[in-house]
């Protein structure tokens, strides 16, 4: 991921972090057959497709908030 000037360092090693997790689960489904994608271990068990369907949901929802907040000039992280 190439710097965003306007982004503070927490920020921009925010969306590195978010980038490279994509990029591990990407590599991780391309290797995998369609069976291995779809087994779970035990009835009720999440197979690697739905937890990777659950965090392609989870990122629709959450990743907008997290772009609106990154944007925002005034917003800075808490501190203690």
Same mark, same amino acid.
């Given at each position: ?18 980038? !490279? ?18 087994? !779970? ?17 989870? !990122? ?21």
């Amino acid at each position: 991921m190439k710097p965003v000037p306007m982004l503070s360092a927490w920020s921009q090693r925010l969306l590195s972090e978010l980038e !490279n997790a994509d990029g591990r689960a990407e590599r991780l489904a391309r290797g995998l057959t369609r069976e291995q994608f779809n087994w !779970n271990s035990r009835p009720g068990a999440w197979s690697i497709g739905q937890c990777l369907e659950h965090l392609r949901i989870g !990122n629709e929802i959450y990743l907008p908030a997290i772009s609106n907040s990154l944007e925002d000039s005034n917003h800075r992280p808490f501190r203690k």
